[in-house]
């Protein structure tokens, strides 16, 4: 069992499609501190190959990525 | 033969050649299909969201999309309100480049858009202002087709150009599309 991550913000995204999952989490992530953690959580099954892409062209980082019933969610880390 | 005149000689000008390419893209949007707007949208507000910079061109039949339907303008010769007329009037007017069928596609199509939330094109064009996605018209379709600028919609980072700022902008892009 991996250590219980804490976000200090929870994204709900559920029903978005593309684009919207990415352009929200570029907007949300600059609302938390560097060093906090936001948890978004989505239904659309592109965001697991988008969230990474995503992030890695941001320089953000993503710590967690956990799928349950038709949904994904992400622990992303602000870096910058 | 004025033309043959012109392309004879060209001397190449090397400035420019080694400027740096910046992380941005750009896109030519010379389609008036609702299909293909929508794809250009949804590419250059995810570019933002990548931490992109987004510039879109638009020219020819795309120039339409940008109409606004509750503006009108004065002093148009026949020929221009006739393409007035004729070509779709704005984001909410425009249809799909295959299965139209008279309209009903473009229906179907904007019904299951909306059963799955996926966002319209005028929502796509608020969304691309909102996050700082520019759009540059051509203003050669636009006199071509009789479009002035006070018809257009209200877009926070809008404005007129030509060919070359098309080229200059693209010289220094990472990517570059034409749809």
């Given at each position: 069992m991996p250590v219980e991550l804490k976000a200090d913000k929870v994204l709900d995204l559920k029903g978005l499609p593309c684009p919207m999952p990415v352009v929200r989490i570029s907007q949300e992530?600059?609302?938390?501190?560097?060093?906090?953690?936001?948890?978004?959580?989505?239904?659309?099954?592109?965001?697991?190959?988008?969230?990474?892409?995503?992030?890695?062209?941001?320089?953000?980082?993503?710590?967690?990525?956990?799928?349950?019933?038709?949904?994904?969610?992400?622990?992303?880390?602000?870096?910058? | 033969m004025g033309t043959e005149q012109a392309v004879k000689e060209q001397p190449r000008q090397a400035a420019g050649v080694n400027l740096p390419v910046e992380n941005k893209i750009s896109l030519i949007v010379f389609s008036?299909?609702?299909?293909?707007?929508?794809?250009?949208?949804?590419?250059?507000?995810?570019?933002?969201?990548?931490?992109?910079?987004a510039r879109l061109f638009?020219?020819?039949?795309?120039?339409?999309?940008?109409?606004?339907?509750?503006?009108?303008?004065e002093g148009k010769n026949l020929m221009s309100k006739m393409f007035g007329f004729m070509l779709p009037k704005g984001a909410t007017k425009v249809t799909l480049s295959k299965m139209n069928m008279g309209g009903m596609g473009t229906a179907?199509?904007?019904?299951l858009m909306k059963q799955k939330k996926v966002a319209s094109l005028g929502e796509m064009l608020t969304l691309a202002g909102q996050m700082g996605v520019e759009i540059c018209v051509c203003e050669m379709s636009m006199g071509l087709m009789g479009f002035k600028r006070e018809e257009l919609i209200d877009y926070p980072h809008m404005s007129l150009c030509g060919v070359a700022s098309f080229l200059a902008e693209a010289n220094t892009s990472r990517v570059q599309l034409f749809i």
């Open positions: 992530i600059m609302t938390v501190g560097i060093g906090q953690v936001v948890e978004a959580i989505t239904t659309d099954p592109g965001a697991l190959a988008d969230f990474p892409a995503w992030a890695a062209s941001t320089g953000q980082e993503i710590l967690r990525t956990d799928q349950a019933a038709g949904e994904v969610r992400f622990y992303v880390k602000r870096l910058l | 008036g299909d609702l299909d293909k707007l929508l794809a250009a949208l949804i590419i250059s507000t995810g570019a933002v969201a990548m931490g992109m910079k638009f020219t020819f039949w795309g120039t339409a999309a940008l109409r606004d339907a509750r503006k009108s303008v179907m199509m904007k019904m």
